[in-house]
């Protein structure tokens, strides 16, 4: 069983900052992750991308995040983390993260639960 499990989302004021983790775990340990990436569904609208790290380790981000969002990863940790700084009330969303995990002879994509963040105006 792989879960991954977002944490560190919250109610923030508009400008202020958030760091979101997503732990990744399995029994008898993850042998590798990757193509990790964020996504978020605010109220009424779809599921939508927000940042990835590719097999390259390039980062790619939305254009609505973009100088304002980080995205990284700590391999040692099965970690991903999404650094939001300059918060705006249209960054209100659930997050979830989303990887390519390998794990026992198979590999397939799995999500977290979600973490919601709340920006105030």
């Known amino acids: 069983q792989v879960t991954l499990v977002e944490s560190g989302g919250g109610l923030v004021q508009a400008g202020g900052s958030l760091r979101l983790s997503c732990g990744a775990s399995a029994s008898g340990g993850i042998i590798s992750i990757n193509a990790p990436k964020w996504y978020r569904q605010a109220p009424g609208k779809q599921r939508e991308f927000v940042a990835e790290i590719t097999d390259g380790d390039s980062t790619n981000y939305a254009d609505s995040v973009k100088g304002r969002f980080t995205i990284s990863k700590d391999n040692a940790k099965n970690t991903l983390y999404l650094q939001m700084n300059s918060l705006k009330p249209e960054d209100t969303a659930v997050y979830y993260c989303?990887?390519?995990?390998?794990?026992?002879?198979?590999?397939?994509?799995?999500w977290g639960q979600g973490t919601q963040v709340t920006v105030s105006s």
């Open positions: 989303n990887a390519l995990i390998s794990w026992r002879g198979s590999i397939r994509y799995y």
